[in-house]
């Protein structure tokens, strides 16, 4: 629970799994998917022992891709690639639309956390809100749009404009610039502790760690909330 303290003007959120159920809308996009291609055609059991294949390599790439020893293009196939290859497929045609159909219906699959728009509707009025994403531009502003989420934010900053990704402190260095707000007035909303919690509180920033599992942690947020109505009690 947050305790009462009054001076943040600006709140910079995080998007996928702070605000978008990301885990929710992939896993229905899946669904989907593996309903479209008739994967179970193709040797794959069911849709949960692909994606929890899938997640392995998403997972491992998208560290690289962070890390920067990877590149989007390259992120966004190989992961299928990789995936259809410990199934023992061979099949590139298949990787291809699979890869473009998943870029495609993702986004557009709205799943929200609960409480998102009337926390964020009730926060507009108090306070101004940004977003920093490290998510592809053109992917988080479907996201955006489709969840119509586009018009709480002043402001928004992604990795791929920024130049450089959380938790590096140049892109909070860079959203702070563009909101025009100071460090000791701003506070980060997110559900990763390293790349949201831990890069904000290096770059002087007050953090909430958005924990709606609960976990164990050993982190140090300045505040913690389970649920985004949290915030509302707060501001
Ligand atoms: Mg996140």
Redesign the pocket.
């Known amino acids: 629970m947050i305790q009462p303290k009054k001076h943040y003007k600006h709140l910079f959120f995080?998007?996928?799994?702070?605000l978008w159920d990301?885990d929710s809308s992939s896993k229905q996009t899946f669904i989907d998917l593996f309903e479209q291609f008739n994967l179970k055609s193709f040797g794959i059991q069911d849709v949960e022992t692909f994606v929890s294949v899938y997640n392995k390599f998403n997972d491992y790439y998208w560290d690289l891709y962070r890390k920067g020893e990877v590149t989007k293009e390259v992120l966004r196939g190989i992961r299928f690639q990789t995936t259809f290859d410990s199934f023992g497929l061979d099949n590139k045609l298949l990787v291809q639309q699979i890869t473009e159909a998943y870029l495609y219906h993702s986004p557009r699959n709205v799943f929200l956390f609960p409480n998102t728009h009337k926390t964020l509707e009730y926060l507009q009025d108090k306070v101004t809100l940004h977003l920093i994403t490290?998510g592809f531009e053109e992917v988080q502003e479907i996201k955006m749009q489709s969840s119509d989420l586009r018009k709480y934010f002043t402001t928004i900053v992604t990795s791929e404009e920024a130049g450089v990704k959380k938790p590096d402190a140049r892109i909070f260095e860079f959203a702070l610039k563009r909101a025009g707000a100071e460090a000791i007035e701003s506070i980060m909303i997110?559900?990763?502790l390293e790349?949201?919690i831990e890069g904000a509180r290096q770059f002087g920033m007050d953090t909430v760690f958005f924990n709606p599992d609960k976990v164990v942690h050993p982190g140090n947020a300045t505040f913690e909330i389970t649920d985004l109505c949290e915030l509302c009690d707060y501001f």
């Open positions: 995080d998007l996928d799994r702070t990301f490290n997110g559900d990763d790349v949201d």
